[in-house]
C-alpha cells in the first residue's frame, strides 16, 4: 500500500522551507495557507473537524440516541428542572488504528487515556430549576510510534501525539407549565467555552533526528442555549409515556491563537496565526416513548452547523447525528441495560463518518444511580482509504446522588 502523502511527508524539507522565508520575511504566509499548519495533518489528527463524544454513560450506552431529551442540561437547558442532586461522569478512551498498524511497521500507540467527560450540579428557587455544568463535547488524545519504509530503507520512525478538547461551562435556568395534557419545561443557558489543541510530530532517520514540529491552538468564547421538553400520554399511574426534547445552540465567533513551533534546524521559528471563527448554530431533537413494561424506544436527530477556521483549515460542516436505542427497566428491579446505534458525520471532516454503538447498563439503589456504558466508532481511514476501517473506544461512568 502506499503512505498517505502527509504522513510521508518529510519534515526535513518543511523546516529548510520555513527557514529560506522566515529569512524572506514570508513565513506568516506559509502559516496563512488553506491547510492546517505543520504539522497538524501529518500526525492524521481530523482538525478541523470533531466528531460528538457523549458526556453521560446513558448517552454513551444509548450510541447518544438521548443527546437532547433534556434528562440533563448539557445540550437541553430544560435539563435543569428535576430532582436536586449532582452528577460526575469520569472517561476512558482508547483507539484501535487498525489502519495505520496495515501499513507502518512496528506499530505501537497508548493503551488509552482517562478524563473528565462531564459534572452537573442541580437545584431549584422559587420554583426555577437551574443547574451548573461543565462538559467536554470534543475529547481526545492519541500518541503513536511507527516505521517508515520497507526493510530495504534507512529506518524511519515517526513519533505522534495530539489531543483536542472543547471544554464549556455553563449556567442553566428552566421552568415548566402545564401544555397539551402535559407537562412543558423551558430553559435557557448561558456558556463559556474553551478550544484547546496541542500537535506534536517528531522523526528519527536512521538515528539522526530531524526537527521536532509541533502546533498549539487555544481560544475561548461564549454561546448560549435554548431548550424545550414536553412530558405527556400518562398513564394511569400517572407516569409520563413520551418524553420529547429539543434543543438550540448559538456560539458566539471563537478567535484562535495557532502557535507553531520548529526545531533547531530551522532556528528554532516560531510562527503565531491569528483567527477568528464564525458564528455556529447547532440543533436537534431527541425523543423517548415507553412501549411496554418496562421497554423504551429512543432516537435523535440533529444538525451541527458550519464553521470557517480560515487560514487554519478552510471551512468544516455542515454535521448531522442521528441515532436510535431500545431500553429495558423493570420498575420492580434496581437495574437497566440500553443499547443504540447511529451515525455521526461532518462534511470537510478527513474523517467524515462515524458508525456509533452503544451499551450500557445502571443499578439503582435509595437516592443514587450508577451508570456504565461504553460506544464504539468505526472510521473509514483517512490514511488508506482501501485500507481497514479503525475503532475509537468510550467507557463512561455516571454517578447520579439526589438529594
Known amino acids: 500500500m502506499t503512505p498517505h502523502p502527509g504522513f510521508a511527508r518529510a519534515p526535513i524539507g518543511a523546516s529548510l522551507a520555513f527557514v529560506a522565508l522566515a529569512g524572506l520575511g514570508l513565513a ?48 437541553n437547558p430544560a435539563g435543569a428542572l428535576g430532582e436536586r442532586g449532582v452528577t460526575l461522569t469520569p472517561v476512558f478512551q482508547h483507539t484501535n488504528r487498525q489502519d495505520l498498524a496495515a501499513i507502518y511497521r512496528q506499530f505501537d500507540e497508548q493503551s488509552g487515556s482517562f478524563d473528565l467527560a462531564s459534572a452537573q450540579a442541580r437545584g431549584a428557587w422559587r420554583g426555577i430549576g437551574l443547574a451548573a455544568y461543565w462538559a467536554q463535547p470534543i475529547l481526545r488524545d492519541e500518541n503513536q510510534a511507527y516505521i517508515v519504509g520497507d526493510i530495504t530503507q534507512a529506518p524511519s520512525i515517526r513519533d505522534v501525539d495530539f489531543s483536542m478538547q472543547e471544554q464549556r461551562l455553563g449556567l442553566a435556568a428552566a421552568t415548566s407549565r402545564p401544555v397539551g395534557g402535559g407537562t412543558l419545561a423551558l430553559g435557557l443557558a448561558g ?60 456560539a458566539g465567533k471563537l478567535p484562535l491563537d495557532a502557535t507553531q513551533t520548529l526545531g533547531p534546524l530551522s532556528g528554532d521559528t516560531t510562527i503565531v496565526t491569528h483567527v477568528r471563527t464564525n458564528e455556529v448554530a447547532d440543533f436537534g431533537a431527541s425523543a423517548r416513548a415507553i412501549v411496554s413494561t418496562g421497554v423504551s424506544v429512543s432516537a435523535s436527530l440533529g444538525r451541527r452547523g458550519s464553521q470557517d477556521y480560515g487560514e487554519l483549515g478552510g471551512v468544516v460542516g455542515p454535521g448531522a447525528l442521528w441515532s436510535t436505542a431500545v431500553a429495558y427497566h423493570d420498575p420492580r428491579d434496581p437495574w437497566g441495560v440500553w443499547f443504540g446505534l447511529g451515525q455521526d458525520q461532518m462534511n470537510g471532516n478527513p474523517e467524515p463518518r462515524a458508525s456509533l454503538l452503544g451499551l450500557g447498563f445502571d443499578v439503582r439503589w435509595k437516592e443514587s444511580t450508577l451508570g456504565i456504558g461504553a460506544t464504539r466508532k468505526s472510521l473509514a481511514s483517512d490514511v488508506e482509504p482501501d485500507g481497514p476501517r479503525w475503532y475509537a473506544y468510550s467507557v463512561l461512568a455516571s454517578l447520579d446522588v439526589r438529594f
Open 28 to 75: 506568516p504566509v506559509i502559516a496563512g495557507a488553506a491547510t492546517p499548519p505543520y504539522p497538524i495533518r501529518p500526525t492524521g489528527a481530523p482538525f478541523p473537524g470533531s466528531g460528538l463524544e457523549p458526556l453521560t454513560a446513558r448517552q454513551a450506552g444509548m450510541a447518544m440516541a438521548e443527546y437532547w431529551l433534556g434528562d440533563d442540561a448539557y445540550t
Open 191 to 250: 456558556e463559556w467555552y474553551q478550544r484547546q489543541d496541542h500537535y506534536d510530530y517528531t522523526v528519527d532517520t536512521d538515528g539522526f533526528p530531524l526537527d521536532p514540529s509541533s502546533v498549539e491552538l487555544k481560544g475561548d468564547s461564549w454561546a448560549g442555549q435554548f431548550g424545550a421538553r414536553w412530558d405527556g400520554w400518562n398513564d394511569a399511574s400517572g407516569t409520563s409515556r413520551l418524553r420529547v426534547g429539543a434543543g438550540l445552540r448559538y
